[in-house]
């Protein structure tokens, strides 16, 4: 059974920083492309962080230069490191992963296993 689990979440000051961890089981991410989501109240889940598991990265522009996607293989976890936090980035984020290498798009449609969610709330 392929488990997706999230952690590190929290409550943060605006300015401040957290990490996120996405510890997969019963599935190898190793280079599989995985990506991070987040999904703010009355919002739809959007992208945030991609990573596709061959060396490249992509962001979405609201966080480009603040949040930082790497894996470490032999842990077969993704991270999610964020830095000067605004309020904006208040979120349930979710890690996802795709079970082949192909990747259609950044999109939530695209990926085949996903966490739970963890909070991160960012107090102005």
């Known amino acids: 059974q392929v488990q997706l689990v999230e952690s590190g979440g929290g409550l943060v000051q605006a300015g401040g920083s957290l990490r996120l961890s996405c510890a997969a089981s019963?599935?190898?991410?190793?280079?599989?492309?995985a990506a991070w989501f987040r999904q703010a109240p009355g919002k739809e889940r959007e992208f945030v962080a991609g990573s596709t598991g061959r060396g490249s990265t992509y962001y979405a522009d609201s966080v480009k230069g603040r949040f930082t996607i790497s894996r470490d293989n032999a842990k077969n976890t993704v991270y999610l490191q964020m830095s000067s936090l605004k309020p904006e980035d208040t979120a349930v984020y979710y890690c996802?992963?795709?079970?082949?290498?192909?990747?259609?798009?950044?999109?939530?449609?695209?990926?085949?296993?996903w966490g739970q969610g963890t909070q991160v709330t960012v107090s102005s």
């Open positions: 996802a992963a795709k079970a082949t290498r192909v990747l259609a798009s950044w999109t939530t449609g695209s990926f085949d296993y």
């Open positions: 019963g599935f190898t991410i190793g280079n599989m492309p």
